[in-house]
């Protein structure tokens, strides 16, 4: 099967998932769509966990390179821990790489993962447990919306590619999936509470929340505490998403200052020269490749080579 970067590609929109089985084809495009999109998220996780430079690219690159050789031997990219969501994925491949620097060389860490590190680098087991049961609940479609969108505050544009979704159709569907969430947090509040009359409160309510019905739990809740908590947990729900379920599923999270690093971070348009490595990708492209210039060299940036 002839496999080249230059074949032809989709022509819907390609998401992750998609983009992950042609990568197992040997599409080198479909590889560099990946990497496009989250190299910024890698290398600004990288950045809060190593405090070295070329560490921090040596790492980001171990992370890439070991999605490409697993998809090209038919492996799991994606594992049962962050179902369908490659991103959490990478920044769980780079959290545990910089854990395994750790070993060798603790000056390397930035300061507040050494202190994670030095701690035991132990998972949060109280607020985001919670709200990790009510997470793990959800849809798959919807834990990713959730977290491109309200924990990792990204573009409509980049979730709509990473989703394979229009991407008139995000801010809507991101919204949706936060009341499915509301609704199923909802429900975990209700099964936990002893009186039957808070269970009636919460449990009526069910999953269409809405503002005013969150100000009728707190109503409750003035004379009746687990209310008054539940309510002004499902109040602030987008808010603890942010805060308290990303140490839940990473472990390690630098909160707002790796959000501050992503942003300033640059996509590299290249495909990377690691890429070289590999036959079952080098046997496709290399007879097109000019002289002295790899293939790849032909895109201009911004180029999706036909993937959205
Ligand atoms: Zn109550």
Same mark, same amino acid.
């Not at 890698?42 to 490409?68: K, P």
């Not at 607020?127 to 997470?135: E, N, P, T």
């Given at each position: 099967?002839?496999?080249?970067?230059? #074949?032809?590609?989709?022509?819907?929109?390609?998401?992750?998932?998609?983009?992950?089985?042609?990568?197992? *084809?040997?599409?080198?495009?479909?590889?560099?769509?990946?990497?496009?999109?989250?190299?910024?998220?890698?290398?600004?996780?990288?950045?809060?966990?190593?405090?070295?430079?070329?560490? @921090?690219?040596?790492? #980001?690159?171990?992370?890439?390179?070991?999605?490409?050789?697993?998809?090209?031997?038919?492996?799991?990219?994606?594992?049962?821990?962050?179902?369908?969501?490659?991103?959490?994925?990478?920044?769980?491949?780079?959290?545990?790489?910089?854990?395994?620097?750790?070993?060798?060389?603790?000056?390397?860490?930035?300061?507040?993962?050494?202190?994670?590190?030095?701690?035991?680098?132990?998972?949060?087991?109280?607020?985001?447990?919670?709200?990790?049961?009510?997470?793990?609940?959800?849809?798959?479609?919807?834990?990713?919306?959730?977290?491109?969108?309200?924990?990792?505050?990204?573009?409509?544009?980049?979730?709509?590619?990473?989703?394979?979704?229009?991407?008139?159709?995000?801010?809507?569907?991101?919204?949706?999936?936060?009341?499915?969430?509301?609704?199923?947090?909802?429900? +975990?509040?209700?099964?936990?509470?002893?009186?039957?009359?808070? *269970?009636?409160?919460?449990?009526? +309510?069910?999953?269409?929340?809405?503002?005013?019905?969150?100000?009728?739990?707190?109503?409750?809740?003035?004379?009746?505490?687990?209310?008054?908590?539940?309510?002004?947990?499902?109040?602030?729900?987008?808010?603890?998403?942010?805060?308290?379920?990303?140490?839940?599923? +990473?472990?390690?999270?630098?909160?707002?200052?790796?959000?501050?690093?992503?942003?300033? #971070?640059?996509?590299? @348009?290249?495909?990377?020269?690691? @890429?070289?490595?590999?036959?079952?990708?080098?046997?496709?492209?290399?007879?097109?490749?000019?002289?002295?210039?790899?293939?790849?060299?032909?895109?201009?940036?911004?180029?999706?080579?036909?993937?959205?």
């Amino acid at each position: 099967m002839s496999r080249t970067f230059l #074949s032809r590609p989709p022509k819907h929109v390609c998401s992750d998932i998609t983009a992950l089985a042609a990568v197992q *084809r040997g599409q080198v495009g479909a590889f560099q769509l990946i990497h496009e999109r989250h190299y910024p998220a890698v290398h600004a996780y990288a950045t809060e966990c190593l405090a070295d430079v070329e560490a @921090v690219g040596g790492l #980001s690159t171990r992370v890439f390179r070991r999605v490409l050789a697993t998809r090209l031997k038919g492996g799991v990219v994606i594992g049962v821990r962050h179902p369908g969501c490659l991103r959490r994925e990478l920044l769980d491949g780079v959290r545990s790489g910089a854990v395994a620097h750790a070993a060798y060389d603790v000056a390397a860490l930035a300061p507040g993962f050494r202190d994670w590190v030095a701690k035991g680098a132990a998972w949060p087991m109280e607020d985001g447990s919670q709200l990790a049961r009510a997470f793990e609940r959800l849809p798959r479609s919807a834990q990713i919306l959730l977290w491109h969108g309200v924990v990792e505050q990204e573009d409509p544009r980049l979730i709509a590619r990473i989703t394979g979704r229009r991407e008139a159709a995000v801010v809507a569907s991101t919204q949706q999936a936060m009341e499915l969430l509301r609704g199923i947090r909802l429900g +975990l509040h209700a099964e936990r509470m002893g009186r039957p009359e808070c *269970r009636e409160a919460l449990a009526g +309510l069910g999953a269409a929340l809405d503002c005013a019905a969150v100000s009728g739990i707190a109503a409750h809740g003035r004379d009746c505490q687990w209310c008054r908590e539940a309510g002004e947990d499902l109040a602030d729900l987008d808010g603890r998403l942010g805060s308290h379920l990303p140490a839940w599923q +990473l472990g390690w999270w630098p909160g707002p200052r790796y959000l501050r690093v992503k942003a300033v #971070s640059r996509a590299l @348009v290249d495909v990377p020269s690691y @890429v070289c490595e590999f036959p079952e990708l080098s046997a496709a492209w290399v007879p097109n490749r000019p002289r002295g210039r790899g293939l790849l060299s032909r895109r201009k940036p911004g180029d999706t080579g036909g993937y959205a």
